[in-house]
C-alpha cells in the first residue's frame, strides 16, 4: 500500500511542475484532493488491511494530503506572483519628469467674493463663523423676533424637511447661537462681539435674472456699548469699496425686518446697466444688496444680552448678488449652471 503512496506523490509532483496557470491548479487540486480525488481514494482500499496495518497506512496518507496541500498552496503564491510580474511588465513606463497635461482647477467666483469679504472684515477685527444648512424653526425664525404665523414668514418661502427642520432661508438663521456664544466674553470680558457668518440659503421662489432658489449671503453682527447707525454705515462704505476698488453708487432706504428696529434696504446702482434699468435689476436700475439695521432688543434678549446696556447692528448681504456686481453676470443663473469654462474665467493666479 504505501508503494501507492509513493507512486501517486511522484505522479503528483510530475503533473504540478507541468502546471502553468490558476485555472490548471484548481483542476489539479481537485483531482488529488477533491471528494473524488486520487488521495482521497486511497482510503477506500483500506478494508481489507489488518487494524494495525490501517493505523500506519492513514497516518502515511494524512502525511501525504498535508504536503499536497501545502504544495498546492506555494504553487498558488508563486503563480499569483508570477501574474502579477506580467502585469507589471505590460503596463507603460511612467516617465515622471513629464509636464503633466492636466487642466488646473479653479475657484467659482462666490468662493472667490466670499473669500475677499472675509478678509476685508477679518481685517477689522471679525471672526468668521461657520452655520449649519439645515435649521430648527426656532433658529431661522421665533429666535429672530419672527414667531408662529407671523406675516414675516411669507416674505421667505421656506424649503421644510419631513422631520420639522428646514433648509437655512436666511443667514439670520445664526444670530442667536453667535450671540450666545460670545455673551460671556461681551459682559464679562468687555469683548464686542464681531462676526460675519457666510451660508447657501433656500428659498422656494421663481427664478428670474436677479432669484436664485439657492443663494448666498453673508450676515454679519456687532454688539457692544453705543453701536450706533455711524457704525453700521461705516462698515457696509469699507466693504463696498474695499470689493469694487471704485466708487459706486449706493443708496439706503428704510426696510421692514422684524429682527431690526430701524431696518434699511441697501441698494446698489446696478453695474450691468449702468443704473439705465435691465433685466437684472427689474428695470428699477437699482438693486437690492445688503439691508442691514440695528438689532431688535428682542433677538438680543433671547441671545441672552441685555438690550438696556448693549447695542448692536446687523446685516444680510446678499453674496450671490454682490458676486453678479463685481464681475458683470448679467443672469444669477449662470452661477448655478455648473459651466465650467464660463465660471473658470475669474481666477487670477492664487
Ligand atoms: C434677509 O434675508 C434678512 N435676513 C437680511 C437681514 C439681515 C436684514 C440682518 C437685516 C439684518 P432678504 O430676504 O431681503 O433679507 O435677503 C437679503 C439679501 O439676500 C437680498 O437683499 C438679496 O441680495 C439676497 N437675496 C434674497 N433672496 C434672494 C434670491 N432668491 N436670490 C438671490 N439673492 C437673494
Known amino acids: 500500500m504505501d508503494n501507492k503512496i509513493l507512486q501517486l506523490k511522484e505522479q503528483f509532483e510530475r503533473e504540478l511542475g507541468e502546471i502553468k496557470d490558476l485555472t490548471e491548479l484548481e483542476g489539479i487540486r481537485v483531482s488529488y484532493l477533491g471528494k473524488k480525488g486520487s488521495v482521497t481514494g486511497l482510503l477506500k482500499g483500506m478494508k481489507e488491511l489488518s487494524n494495525e496495518e490501517k493505523k500506519s497506512f492513514g497516518q502515511h496518507v494524512n502525511e501525504l494530503k498535508g504536503a499536497v496541500s501545502q504544495k498546492i498552496n506555494d504553487k498558488m503564491a508563486e503563480l499569483k506572483e508570477r501574474e502579477i510580474q506580467a502585469e507589471i511588465e505590460l503596463m507603460p513606463e511612467f516617465d515622471l519628469s513629464m509636464p503633466s497635461n492636466m487642466t488646473r482647477g479653479s475657484y467659482h467666483p462666490i468662493t472667490l467674493v466670499q473669500r475677499q ?203 450671490t448678488r454682490l458676486v453678479m456686481m463685481k464681475y458683470g453676470i448679467g443672469d444669477i443663473r449662470d452661477l448655478n449652471s455648473g459651466n465650467l469654462k464660463s465660471l473658470s474665467q475669474f481666477n487670477d493666479d492664487e
Open 117 to 319: 469679504c472675509e478678509q476685508i472684515f477679518k481685517s477689522m477685527g471679525f471672526t468668521v463663523e461657520d452655520y449649519s444648512e439645515v435649521v430648527t424653526d426656532y433658529e431661522c425664525f421665533e429666535s429672530v423676533n419672527i414667531p408662529k404665523n407671523h406675516p414675516a414668514r411669507d416674505m421667505q418661502d421656506t424649503y421644510y424637511l419631513e422631520n420639522g427642520q428646514l433648509l437655512k432661508s436666511q443667514t439670520s438663521a445664526a444670530q442667536n447661537a453667535i450671540l450666545r456664544k460670545y455673551k460671556k466674553s461681551l459682559v464679562e470680558d468687555g469683548v464686542p462681539i464681531k462676526a460675519i457668518f457666510p451660508g447657501r440659503c433656500f428659498r422656494n421662489e421663481a427664478t428670474d435674472a436677479c432669484h436664485e432658489n439657492t443663494f448666498f449671503q453673508m450676515e454679519g453682527m456687532m454688539v457692544d456699548k453705543d453701536i450706533s447707525i455711524s457704525n453700521l454705515i461705516y462698515f457696509m462704505k469699507t466693504m463696498l469699496s474695499e470689493v469694487f476698488q471704485k466708487d459706486i453708487k449706493v443708496r439706503l432706504r428704510p426696510g421692514f425686518f422684524p429682527f431690526v428696529e430701524p431696518g434699511f434696504e441697501l441698494d446698489i446702482s446696478c453695474l450691468i446697466c449702468g443704473g439705465e434699468g435691465c433685466p437684472s435689476c427689474k428695470h428699477s436700475g437699482w438693486l437690492e444688496l445688503c439691508p442691514c439695521g440695528m438689532i431688535h432688543p428682542e433677538v438680543l434678549r433671547m441671545g441672552g444680552i441685555d438690550p438696556e446696556e448693549y447695542t448692536g447692528f446687523a446685516f444680510g448681504l446678499g453674496l
